[in-house]
């Protein structure tokens, strides 16, 4: 099976994508069903994403768009996750994501979105929470700023775009757009040039932290030794944004951060201005929730979310968080108790976990 045709196919699936695919079959993705399937060379056979089997080696894994295109280079359906029966769930929310994309921003109701495709609202909101992740209003609102996203990137002015996905007001849209795309609207259709985040360095027992903040909310918080390699962290997270030493403002901001550094119990609630994903700020969202001197697993935190089967993703945006302490991932640990995978580095992270435990 390992022919130069089949290494041509596989070069056919850009080398992203192919990524992304791959990354999806490792952690059983089952919102990536029915976007590819991928074959194992060594048993010629061909899987859904989520297939429950026993993961390939990479090199012996291709992909595909459709059942079709496997067969055609002879690779048979798995009997386990049956590739070629449409997934219900996805099969029911493909129904309803039809209906979301015509529709104005504070209908139908779950309700009558499940009149509408043949269903129950129940069946439709666990469907929307297996294979998306999301409820179905989450969902519509997701849709929406994307939609939104993209028509502020093919050049429409705010306005137009606004009237287009069906916001019913600019202070909608306007609170809408802060937590998702982390900027203002007219911000991001200039790609975040422009967008101003003031930054300062403080000393603390665990070194040095870096807080970065625009006007709407705190946008970075960062520990560590060398406050030249903060700085360098900061560009690369908001390559776009004008950076500029805070000379004055955010004061309580800051002094609020050392604060719990030095584990102390939050004495003011802090905003955020973070871009993310629907599922990155669930998980954030999640890991607020924990109380001080508390820990949970990344299992627990998974199924917390009705995502029992998203452990590695959860541990991604765990590690992906920008916002440390405020968003407390350090409070995350593994199902044996053990610490891992935290970005300021596990010393911090045992330091962190006993003065909440201990104060």
Known sequence: MN???????????????????????????????????????S???????????????????LFFRTPQDAEREGFRPCRRCRPKQ????????????????????????LHTLAVEVGSSPAQVRR??????????????????LERFKQL????????????????????RLYEKAHSHLGMTPAAYRKGGAGMEIKYTVA?????????????????????????????????????????????AGHENWLKEIVRRVEGNAPSVDLPLDVQATAFQRRVWQELQKIPRGSTRTYTQVAKSLGKPRSVRAVARACATNPVSIVVPCHRVIRTDGSL????WGLSRKQQLLEREAAS
């Open 152 to 171: 502020l990137r093919n050049g429409n002015n705010v306005t137009e775009a606004l009237y287009a996905c069906g916001f019913g007001s600019s202070s």
């Open 203 to 247: 000393d603390t027992s665990l070194g040095k932290v870096l807080v970065a903040a625009t006007q709407r909310g705190v946008s970075a918080v960062y520990l560590g030794e060398n406050e030249r390699a903060l700085v360098d962290e900061l560009r690369k997270e908001y390559a776009k944004a004008d950076l500029v030493r805070a000379t």
């Open 340 to 343: 891992a995978g935290y970005r």
């Open 86 to 109: 449409q997934n219900s769930a996805i099969a029911l929310v493909q129904r309803v994501a039809a209906v979301l994309a015509t529709a104005d921003e504070d209908s139908p109701r």
């Open 43 to 61: 048993t010629h056979v061909y899987c859904r994403p989520s297939c429950p089997a026993r993961r390939p080696l990479r090199r012996n894994t």
């Open 127 to 144: 469907a929307f929470r297996k294979a998306t992740g999301l409820s179905p209003k989450d969902f519509q609102q997701a849709f929406r």
């Open 3 to 41: 022919t130069p045709h089949h290494q041509s196919l596989a070069r056919a699936i850009p080398p992203q994508a192919a990524e992304r695919f791959w990354q999806a079959t490792l952690h059983r993705d089952a919102r990536a069903d029915g976007s590819f399937f991928f074959a194992v060379r």
